[in-house]
Protein backbone atom coordinates (compact mmCIF):
# COMPACT_ATOMS: atom_id res chain seq x y z
CA UNK A 1 0.00 0.00 0.00
CA UNK A 2 1.49 3.43 -1.15
CA UNK A 3 1.13 6.16 1.14
CA UNK A 4 -0.78 7.78 -0.70
CA UNK A 5 -3.45 4.97 -0.31
CA UNK A 6 -2.74 4.80 3.16
CA UNK A 7 -3.66 8.55 3.77
CA UNK A 8 -6.98 7.95 2.01
CA UNK A 9 -8.07 5.01 3.83
CA UNK A 10 -6.89 6.93 7.20
CA UNK A 11 -8.90 10.18 5.57
CA UNK A 12 -12.18 7.78 5.35
CA UNK A 13 -12.28 8.29 1.70
CA UNK A 14 -13.85 4.83 -0.18
CA UNK A 15 -13.81 3.64 -3.38
CA UNK A 16 -16.46 2.47 -6.00
CA UNK A 17 -16.39 1.34 -9.50
CA UNK A 18 -19.19 2.55 -12.22
CA UNK A 19 -18.94 1.89 -16.02
CA UNK A 20 -18.77 5.27 -18.51
CA UNK A 21 -18.82 5.47 -22.44
CA UNK A 22 -17.32 8.04 -25.13
CA UNK A 23 -20.52 9.98 -26.71
CA UNK A 24 -20.70 10.50 -30.25
CA UNK A 25 -19.77 13.55 -30.92
CA UNK A 26 -17.30 15.13 -33.68
CA UNK A 27 -17.17 18.35 -32.06
CA UNK A 28 -16.23 17.44 -28.08
CA UNK A 29 -14.34 14.98 -26.24
CA UNK A 30 -17.32 14.02 -23.79
CA UNK A 31 -17.79 10.99 -21.62
CA UNK A 32 -20.26 10.52 -19.36
CA UNK A 33 -21.52 7.72 -16.97
CA UNK A 34 -23.27 7.14 -13.55
CA UNK A 35 -21.11 7.39 -10.55
CA UNK A 36 -23.43 6.12 -8.20
CA UNK A 37 -26.83 4.62 -8.54
CA UNK A 38 -29.38 4.95 -6.27
CA UNK A 39 -31.04 0.66 -3.98
CA UNK A 40 -29.35 -0.99 -6.31
CA UNK A 41 -28.00 -3.38 -4.32
CA UNK A 42 -24.13 -5.14 -4.83
CA UNK A 43 -22.14 -7.44 -3.01
CA UNK A 44 -18.74 -5.66 -1.82
CA UNK A 45 -17.44 -8.85 -0.33
CA UNK A 46 -18.10 -11.79 0.99
CA UNK A 47 -15.94 -15.05 3.14
CA UNK A 48 -17.26 -18.56 3.97
CA UNK A 49 -20.80 -18.15 5.52
CA UNK A 50 -20.73 -14.03 5.44
CA UNK A 51 -21.58 -11.96 2.61
CA UNK A 52 -21.77 -8.51 2.82
CA UNK A 53 -23.73 -6.17 0.81
CA UNK A 54 -24.10 -2.19 -0.06
CA UNK A 55 -26.33 -0.08 -1.33
CA UNK A 56 -26.63 4.27 -1.66
CA UNK A 57 -30.13 5.38 -1.01
CA UNK A 58 -31.66 7.71 -3.30
CA UNK A 59 -31.06 11.29 -1.62
CA UNK A 60 -27.67 10.29 -0.35
CA UNK A 61 -26.24 13.39 -2.20
CA UNK A 62 -28.24 15.77 -0.85
CA UNK A 63 -25.96 18.50 0.90
CA UNK A 64 -23.13 16.57 -0.41
CA UNK A 65 -19.71 19.01 -0.88
CA UNK A 66 -19.32 18.76 -4.80
CA UNK A 67 -18.02 22.10 -4.54
CA UNK A 68 -14.52 20.99 -6.41
CA UNK A 69 -14.81 17.60 -7.87
CA UNK A 70 -11.56 16.83 -10.20
CA UNK A 71 -11.52 13.92 -12.46
CA UNK A 72 -8.67 11.67 -12.67
CA UNK A 73 -6.96 8.92 -13.85
CA UNK A 74 -6.79 5.75 -11.17
CA UNK A 75 -6.98 8.40 -8.74
CA UNK A 76 -3.40 9.79 -9.14
CA UNK A 77 -1.64 11.99 -11.35
CA UNK A 78 -3.11 14.87 -13.83
CA UNK A 79 -6.50 16.46 -13.65
CA UNK A 80 -8.53 15.88 -16.78
CA UNK A 81 -11.42 17.99 -16.06
CA UNK A 82 -12.69 19.49 -12.94
CA UNK A 83 -16.40 21.13 -11.71
CA UNK A 84 -14.26 24.62 -10.70
CA UNK A 85 -13.51 25.55 -14.78
CA UNK A 86 -16.64 23.64 -15.99
CA UNK A 87 -15.11 20.84 -17.83
CA UNK A 88 -16.86 18.27 -15.58
CA UNK A 89 -20.86 18.23 -14.37
CA UNK A 90 -22.13 16.33 -11.64
CA UNK A 91 -26.38 15.76 -11.99
CA UNK A 92 -28.18 13.85 -9.38
CA UNK A 93 -31.53 12.44 -11.26
CA UNK A 94 -33.80 9.36 -10.23
CA UNK A 95 -31.18 7.25 -11.32
CA UNK A 96 -27.77 8.28 -9.33
CA UNK A 97 -24.63 10.59 -9.81
CA UNK A 98 -24.40 11.42 -13.65
CA UNK A 99 -20.65 12.24 -14.22
CA UNK A 100 -20.52 14.14 -17.97
CA UNK A 101 -16.75 15.04 -18.38
CA UNK A 102 -14.71 17.16 -21.56
CA UNK A 103 -11.42 15.73 -22.01
CA UNK A 104 -10.51 17.82 -24.93
CA UNK A 105 -8.07 20.65 -23.13
CA UNK A 106 -5.37 18.71 -22.84
CA UNK A 107 -3.41 16.50 -25.02
CA UNK A 108 -3.75 13.41 -22.74
CA UNK A 109 -7.35 14.40 -21.83
CA UNK A 110 -7.77 13.48 -25.86
CA UNK A 111 -5.69 10.37 -25.74
CA UNK A 112 -8.11 9.38 -22.52
CA UNK A 113 -11.00 9.54 -24.90
CA UNK A 114 -9.85 7.44 -27.76
CA UNK A 115 -8.83 4.92 -25.17
CA UNK A 116 -12.52 5.24 -23.45
CA UNK A 117 -14.58 5.52 -27.40
CA UNK A 118 -11.86 2.04 -28.16
CA UNK A 119 -13.55 0.38 -25.12
CA UNK A 120 -10.02 0.40 -23.76
CA UNK A 121 -11.07 2.07 -20.68
CA UNK A 122 -14.52 1.34 -19.54
CA UNK A 123 -14.86 1.87 -16.12
CA UNK A 124 -15.25 4.74 -13.67
CA UNK A 125 -14.19 5.27 -9.77
CA UNK A 126 -15.09 7.78 -7.52
CA UNK A 127 -13.74 8.57 -4.07
CA UNK A 128 -16.06 9.86 -1.44
CA UNK A 129 -16.71 9.97 2.72
CA UNK A 130 -20.04 8.57 3.98
CA UNK A 131 -21.59 11.36 6.61
CA UNK A 132 -24.48 8.70 7.50
CA UNK A 133 -24.93 4.71 7.37
CA UNK A 134 -27.42 1.94 8.06
CA UNK A 135 -26.30 -1.39 8.67
CA UNK A 136 -28.98 -4.85 9.00
CA UNK A 137 -27.94 -7.99 9.59
CA UNK A 138 -29.80 -11.52 8.50
CA UNK A 139 -29.32 -14.97 8.94
CA UNK A 140 -30.63 -17.85 6.93
CA UNK A 141 -31.44 -20.76 9.71
CA UNK A 142 -31.23 -23.15 7.26
CA UNK A 143 -27.71 -22.53 5.24
CA UNK A 144 -26.68 -20.78 8.53
CA UNK A 145 -25.04 -17.56 5.77
CA UNK A 146 -25.44 -14.19 7.78
CA UNK A 147 -25.30 -11.23 5.81
CA UNK A 148 -24.87 -7.43 6.39
CA UNK A 149 -26.71 -4.90 4.26
CA UNK A 150 -25.01 -1.44 4.28
CA UNK A 151 -27.13 1.16 3.49
CA UNK A 152 -25.36 4.86 2.60
CA UNK A 153 -27.76 7.21 3.47
CA UNK A 154 -25.28 10.55 3.03
CA UNK A 155 -22.24 10.99 1.16
CA UNK A 156 -20.43 14.05 3.41
CA UNK A 157 -17.91 14.75 0.21
CA UNK A 158 -16.88 13.69 -3.37
CA UNK A 159 -13.44 14.31 -4.13
CA UNK A 160 -12.90 12.43 -7.69
CA UNK A 161 -14.16 10.61 -10.00
CA UNK A 162 -11.50 8.55 -11.82
CA UNK A 163 -11.32 6.48 -15.21
CA UNK A 164 -9.51 3.47 -14.33
CA UNK A 165 -7.82 0.78 -15.90
CA UNK A 166 -8.58 -2.33 -14.18
CA UNK A 167 -12.34 -2.05 -12.54
CA UNK A 168 -10.64 -3.64 -9.21
CA UNK A 169 -7.61 -1.65 -9.14
CA UNK A 170 -5.26 -1.02 -6.16
CA UNK A 171 -7.39 1.50 -4.62
CA UNK A 172 -10.78 0.67 -4.79
CA UNK A 173 -9.45 -3.28 -3.81
CA UNK A 174 -7.69 -1.89 -0.55
CA UNK A 175 -10.81 0.31 0.30
CA UNK A 176 -13.20 -3.00 -0.31
CA UNK A 177 -10.76 -4.97 2.11
CA UNK A 178 -10.30 -2.64 5.05
CA UNK A 179 -14.62 -2.26 4.74
CA UNK A 180 -15.37 -5.53 4.99
CA UNK A 181 -13.01 -6.56 7.67
CA UNK A 182 -14.37 -4.08 9.86
CA UNK A 183 -17.61 -5.17 8.88
CA UNK A 184 -16.75 -8.46 9.90
CA UNK A 185 -15.66 -7.46 13.38
CA UNK A 186 -19.44 -6.04 13.69
CA UNK A 187 -20.99 -8.96 12.50
CA UNK A 188 -18.98 -11.39 14.64
CA UNK A 189 -20.07 -8.52 17.69
CA UNK A 190 -23.99 -9.08 16.77
CA UNK A 191 -23.49 -12.89 16.36
CA UNK A 192 -21.84 -12.92 20.06
CA UNK A 193 -24.33 -10.23 21.19
CA UNK A 194 -27.32 -13.62 19.80
CA UNK A 195 -25.60 -16.12 21.35
CA UNK A 196 -25.40 -14.58 25.13
CA UNK A 197 -29.55 -13.37 24.57
CA UNK A 198 -29.96 -17.19 23.28
CA UNK A 199 -28.02 -18.42 26.97
CA UNK A 200 -29.85 -15.94 29.35
CA UNK A 201 -33.58 -16.95 27.49
CA UNK A 202 -32.42 -20.63 28.00
CA UNK A 203 -31.55 -20.21 31.50
Given amino acids: MTE ?49 YERIAAGAFDGCDMSDVIMQYNHEGRVFARTRNSTLTLAVDGTGLLVRAELGGTEIGRELYDEIKGGYTDRMSFGFVVGEDEK ?6 ESGLVTCLRTIKKIKKLYDVSAVSIPA ?17 EIM ?15
Fill in 189 to 203: AWENKKKKLKLLLEV
Fill in 136 to 141: AYTEDR
Fill in 4 to 52: LQKKKLENGREYRNMTMRALEDKESFTVEGYAATFDTQYLLGERPGYKY
Fill in 169 to 185: NDMTSISARSLFDGAME
